[in-house]
């Protein structure tokens, strides 16, 4: 079993949408990340949170410690949302070194106009 | 340019040949990352350094190997390569072990 499972791993939108992505970890973190990785394969940080919700434009990050959850969602999707997202935990204590990413396998979002 | 890059964005090697991938970043970060991403595993952690000439191993380490003389590169060697090999390298950094990681743009590795 996999430590990150996202849900959905496809997902098709039409333009205007409203958005989940899901995560949940079985591992003890100190911080979920959520990225996108754009069709031309660059990754971009989203959002890093380690507890209750963060908010920048039509993204919207929240997270549930005690569930070992956090969803993404978007807003009024739009074609250009299109991306892979990927969330990642920052898992606590590894091997006694730092700074530990685990990714899911990523969700490849589709908006339709 | 500021930032962080990564060189060559696209190399095909023969088995058994050394390759060097390139990071280079102009934040001052101290901590810098390799992964690599394949279909079906997502994004794997290779090795990771916390600052100048001190790196430590991730979850797939075997047949690479880095180096970190100076805190804006991070050079990542693959001595012998192999075609298990054939993934696209990122190369990261940021502040600290639990900051935000900026991401280089990837470089394609083919291992013929």
């Known amino acids: 079993k996999n430590e990150v499972e996202q849900s959905p791993q496809n997902l098709t939108a039409q333009e205007g949408e409203f958005i989940t992505i899901n995560c949940s970890y079985s591992?003890?973190?100190?911080?979920l990340h959520w990225l996108q990785q754009h069709p031309g394969g660059g990754i971009v940080s989203l959002f890093m949170?380690?507890?209750g919700k963060k908010k920048h434009g039509r993204l919207i990050a929240t997270i549930n410690i005690q569930e070992k959850h956090s969803s993404l969602h978007i807003t009024a999707s739009h074609p250009r949302d299109s991306a892979v997202y990927i969330c990642a935990a920052l898992q606590l204590n590894y091997g006694g070194s730092q700074g530990n990413l685990i990714f899911g396998k990523g969700t490849k979002l589709s908006v339709k106009p | 340019d500021a930032g962080i890059t990564q060189s060559p964005r696209y190399k095909i090697t023969e088995t058994g040949r050394q390759v060097t991938l390139m990071c280079h970043q102009t934040w001052s970060h101290s901590y810098m990352f390799w992964y690599r991403q394949d279909l079906g595993h997502g994004l794997r952690l290779i090795y990771y350094?916390?600052?100048?000439?001190?790196?430590d191993k991730g979850e797939v380490p075997d047949g690479y190997v880095v180096s970190r003389s100076k805190t804006e590169n991070f050079p990542l060697t693959l001595e012998s390569a192999t075609r298990s090999q054939t993934s696209v390298y990122f190369c990261?950094?940021?502040?600290?072990?639990?900051?935000?990681?900026?991401f280089g743009p990837g470089t394609r590795l083919t291992v013929t």
């Open positions: 949170l380690s507890s």
């Open positions: 591992v003890g973190i100190s911080a």
């Open positions: 350094s916390a600052a100048a000439d001190i790196t």
């Open positions: 990261a950094s940021s502040d600290g072990p639990y900051y935000e990681q900026y």
